[in-house]
């Protein structure tokens, strides 16, 4: 067991059971990180009411028998019953050894793996992704990354926005334009002007208007000709979201597509079966659901309108077809929706009506993963000079220009230039975005992103590029290193080795609530960690077996770095 808190636990349980009784064997070992030794269980003060005796008491037995398990720990109580543990260099040594050893470093697959869908991205037809499609898109692409590595079954799901009243107003454009001028403009990527042209005339042109009401009608009913356009405009899109993917590095496919128009079918026995079960009623002509704890400013009950008074279906009943066919036909255990935070209302309330419906149970549970806006230097949302939106291809763009500056001095082929400067600008944008905990707002500084030192993803794909730089000049392949044991002679050696032991619990934790930055700060500290050493543990020109097990350490931190970049879907160039 490589992971120092799962093995102090263990120890402080069975001296629990022994030392106090066997009832507090199953008790949480309240193991943390500390500042006066590598670790502090508090069991002994929550313990104390519990078995009727001070925490002292209890922390001192407790700490005896950690002392004598062979040789992994010695502890000591301070204060009023804190149990200071040190595990021993020799247990530290061996276990960062086998978790070299280990293809899988360390991070154990889950005891029980689960269905797992996860709804995230999510762009719309014929408007282009913008900057604040980079958070759902990365931070749920690298929450299915861990899901998967722990061994889940994972769905993703992109819930493009591609039915609708817009979409009348889009094909009553297109047919305005005619098809040959539409696809032109689509193709050279002008796909918001498309749409803002559209958007104009359905404002400023009552008969446009009309016109596109009348072609939603057809689009809904079936109409071969308005089906037809429908399928090459979203077709278009389609290109367009992969080759953005693509740049992105994103595991998206079009076989993950789980489009509005494809629930649309679903809405009408959705519908009848909350009706039927009592969840929904009629109200005012609408067919809505009143989940119990949501009120109005002015105190009256809030609706979910399921199908409106005029027979049309909405957002609401799109979710709950998606809920239920996610749980029903895909097994769904957990549905986790990386979605903005202003749809936090939309789904607390979606997921009542779903709980009421016994759709969603103990069982199978769903959750809304929030994200917070891009920002501005000035703290407010991201925006262009003049106020627009800010497309996520130009933010693309702009990193790898800004990176390729960043590293220009570094090398004289433009080509090879170029792809390092794609590796680092995307990988900046992306760390930068995941190095922040997913509901907070984030400030997008490219000179920050991009820097060399810090908590930025450069950073931690240099200091994996220096690792290989060392091998290179010692003519090694990291990857056969032998097997002379892990030598921990100085502070830095143990401090990297303890901190290389903690990768499976930080792969674990991304899980619990879909927290990707708590991977990043623990890729951050390791990188720190490991740049502490390279300034003080000299490793070429170290004698013998010092030599190797330098060389060992290296190995792990850079398979530790590039295995957990990689979670968060992030390369790592061989060379910066």
Known sequence: MSDPEAALGELVRHALAAEVGPECADADPLIRPSDFADYQSNVAMSLSKRVGRRPRDIAGPVADRLNAADAVASAEVSGPGFINITLADDWIARQASAQLDDPRLGVPKAEQAQQIVVDYSAPNVAKEMHVGHLRTTVVGDAVVRVLEYLGHDVVRANHIGDWGTQFGMLLEHLFDVGEQTAYAQLAAGEINDFYQAAKQKFDDDPAFAERARLRVVALQSGDPETLRLWQTLVGDSEQYYRTVYARLGVTLTDADLAPESFYNAMLADTCDELESLGVAVISDGALCAFPAGFTARDGSPLPVILRKSDGGYGYDATDMAAIRYRVRDLGADRLIYVVGSEQALHFSMIFAVARQAGWLTDKVQAEHATI???????????????????????????????????????????????????????????????????????????????????????????????????????????????????????????????????????????????EPHKLAAYLFETASAFTTFYEHCPVLTAPGEVRQSRLRLCALTLRVLVTGLGLLGIGVPARM
Not at 426 to 453: E, H, I, M, P, Q
Not at 463 to 471: G, L, N, T
């Open 372 to 514: 917070g806006m891009v920002a501005g230097a000035d703290g407010k949302r991201f925006r262009t000079r003049s106020g627009g939106s800010v497309k996520l291809s130009t933010l693309i763009d702009e990193a790898i220009q800004r990176a390729e500056e960043v590293i220009r001095d570094r090398y004289d082929d433009p080509d090879q230039r170029h792809q390092i400067a794609e590796a680092v600008g995307v990988g900046a944008l992306k760390y930068g975005d995941l190095s922040v905990a997913r509901d907070s707002n984030y400030v997008l500084d490219f000179d920050r992103l991009l820097a060399l030192t810090g908590n930025t993803g450069p950073y931690l794909q240099y200091a994996a590029a220096r690792i290989r730089s060392i091998f290179a000049r010692a003519g090694l392949d990291p990857a056969t290193v032998g097997s002379a044991p892990i030598l921990l002679g100085t502070d830095a050696e143990r401090a990297l080795a303890l901190r290389l032991l903690g990768f499976g619990r930080a792969v674990t934790e991304v899980t619990v609530a879909a």
